[in-house]
Antibody
Framework: EVQLLESGGGLVQPGGSLRLSCGAS????????MNWVRQAPGKGLEWVSG????????YYADSVKGRFTISRDNSRNTLYLQMHSLRAEDTAIYYC??????????WGQGTLVTVSS | DIVMTQSPDSLAVSLGERASINCKSS????????????LAWFQQKPGQPPKLLIY???ARESGVPDRFSGSGSGADFTLTISSLQAEDVAVYYC?????????FGQGTKVEVK
């Protein structure tokens, strides 16, 4: 059974940093691209970042480029999102999502990031 | 970026009746190389992550009831629930995965009338 479990969310002040993790199990982690998708409270879904299975290729939304870094440790079956210079508008539930041959076939339960003073 | 626009924003349908949601993309998401539409539909219930229902515009994900169907091509797509059940109350999102950044529609809330 595929499982994705996010952690690392919490309350952080504007300008602060946070690192999210997503532990994966139940599939060949290194064979699949992984993504972060966020959802602000009461709002829709916004793709944040993606990384290929080999970690050679990474992608970022313009809204986070230069502030967020996606990475993965295939030996630990773990996906990361390092977030710097956080802003109030980054407040959201952050989901990790597994790519299939098409789009995201599995999502984690999400971790809440709140940026506030 | 490809902008995805759903209509309506919300709809209320009686149990057992048909519900249809439209999704338009600002440019075609049909790939000429494989003749596939890079369009998916997700269902999100309160407090839960999104769940994949349809991919390649019309392929039903494993385990999804056959009352859910997707249609359309190019830049115009539709998600149809043929006979609404109480458990189908949710917000539905279309998504294009043709061009990065992958983008979602704003969501359509489906309720029981």
């Amino acid at each position: 059974e595929v499982q994705l479990l996010e952690s690392g969310g919490g309350l952080v002040q504007p300008g602060g940093s946070l690192r999210l993790s997503c532990g994966a199990s139940g599939f060949a982690f290194s064979s699949y691209g992984m993504n972060w998708v966020r959802q602000a409270p009461g709002k829709g879904l916004e793709w944040v970042s993606g990384i290929s299975g080999s970690a050679i290729t990474t992608y970022y939304a313009d809204s986070v480029k230069g502030r967020f870094t996606i990475s993965r440790d295939n030996s630990r079956n773990t996906l990361y999102l390092q977030m710097h210079s956080l802003r109030a508008e980054d407040t959201a539930i952050y989901y990790c999502a597994k790519e299939s041959t098409s789009t995201y076939d599995y999502w984690g339960q999400g971790t809440l990031v709140t940026v506030s003073s | 970026d490809i902008v995805m626009t759903q209509s309506p924003d919300s709809l209320a349908v009686s149990l057992g009746e048909r519900a249809s949601i439209n999704c338009k993309s600002s440019q075609s998401v049909l790939s000429r190389s494989n003749n596939k539409n890079y369009l998916a539909w997700f269902q999100q219930k309160p407090g839960q992550p999104p769940k994949l229902l349809i991919y390649w515009a019309s392929a039903r994900e494993s385990g999804v009831p056959d009352r859910f169907s997707g249609s359309g091509s190019g830049a115009d797509f539709t998600l149809t629930i043929s006979s609404l059940q109480a458990e189908d109350v949710a917000v539905y999102y279309c998504q294009q995965y043709h061009t990065i950044p992958w983008t979602f529609g704003q969501g359509t809330k489906v309720e029981v009338k």
